[in-house]
């Protein structure tokens, strides 16, 4: 008896099994529109990625999930900043102002940490080499003196496309960030010799990306910044 009750067991646990994988399957094998990947316009390019096993990515749509209507040609002579960005879109037809500004907020934030922490691996992957080269001797100056930049970001206020324009085959995009943070510079002692560690500032910047719209990378890089402060 105890080897037929155990037989149906298995028979039961079998049929169980089977209803949990064919609802799997199901949900599995439905197609939403938004089953595509993702591509980050912002880090390194793949093999680099790959190689260095850099984890630090900031996500814009794939290339090949833009939008499925050829952008307008309609173009505003008086509103400089929409002609830039439909000349852009003309030439890569995935390129979404929205998107973009979003993935700009990611990187500003990501620069900013890096910048302070003197994270060079991450910076030389989302800057031009002119960019990271300012950078670059900054943070070495820091070095050498004994520094220590305190850097915090607590939070974006607003970020807007202010320029928009194609120069040959690149894109150029500039967004205005406005925002509020804490910074401070401490020398080798530890006493403060430049801002606040207690005082949260507003801080408006311009930061200037481009990307070569002919090339299978997805990536725009940074290659310029401006401070109102």
């Known amino acids: 008896m105890g080897g037929e009750f155990q037989f149906f067991d298995i028979i039961i646990l079998a049929m169980i099994a089977g209803f949990l994988i064919l609802r799997l399957r199901r949900v599995l094998?439905?197609?939403?529109?938004?089953e595509g990947g993702y591509h980050d316009?912002?880090?390194?390019?793949?093999?680099?990625?790959?190689?260095?096993?850099?984890?630090?990515?900031?996500?814009?749509?794939?290339?090949?999930?833009?939008?499925?209507?050829?952008?307008?040609?309609?173009?505003?002579?008086?509103?400089?900043?929409?002609?830039?960005?439909?000349?852009?879109?003309?030439?890569?037809?995935?390129?979404?102002?929205?998107?973009?500004?979003?993935?700009?907020?990611?990187a500003f934030e990501m620069i900013l940490n890096a910048f302070a922490s003197g994270d060079r691996k991450t910076l030389k992957g989302l800057l031009s080499p002119d960019v990271y080269k300012n950078f670059d001797e900054a943070i070495t100056e820091r070095e050498r003196a004994g520094e220590?930049?305190?850097?915090?970001?607590?939070?974006?206020?607003?970020?807007?496309?202010?320029?928009?324009?194609?120069?040959?085959?690149?894109?150029?995009?500039?967004?205005?960030?406005?925002?509020?943070?804490?910074?401070?510079l401490r020398d080798a002692e530890g006493n403060i010799i430049d801002g606040n560690p207690n005082e949260v500032i507003d801080v408006t910047d311009f930061w200037t990306f481009s990307r070569d719209t002919r090339s299978s990378d997805p990536n725009w890089t940074l290659i310029g910044t401006e401070s109102n402060n």
């Open 148 to 184: 220590v930049l305190e850097d915090t970001l607590v939070g974006i206020r607003s970020a807007k496309i202010v320029e928009a324009v194609m120069d040959g085959h690149h894109s150029i995009v500039t967004v205005k960030f406005v925002s509020e943070q804490i910074s401070a």
């Open 41 to 106: 316009r912002f880090r390194e390019r793949e093999q680099v990625e790959k190689e260095a096993g850099d984890d630090n990515i900031v996500h814009l749509p794939d290339r090949t999930d833009g939008p499925a209507d050829a952008p307008s040609l309609d173009i505003d002579a008086d509103d400089p900043v929409a002609a830039g960005l439909t000349q852009i879109r003309v030439a890569d037809p995935s390129f979404g102002p929205d998107e973009f500004v979003e993935g700009g907020k990611m």
């Open 29 to 34: 094998g439905r197609r939403d529109g938004h």
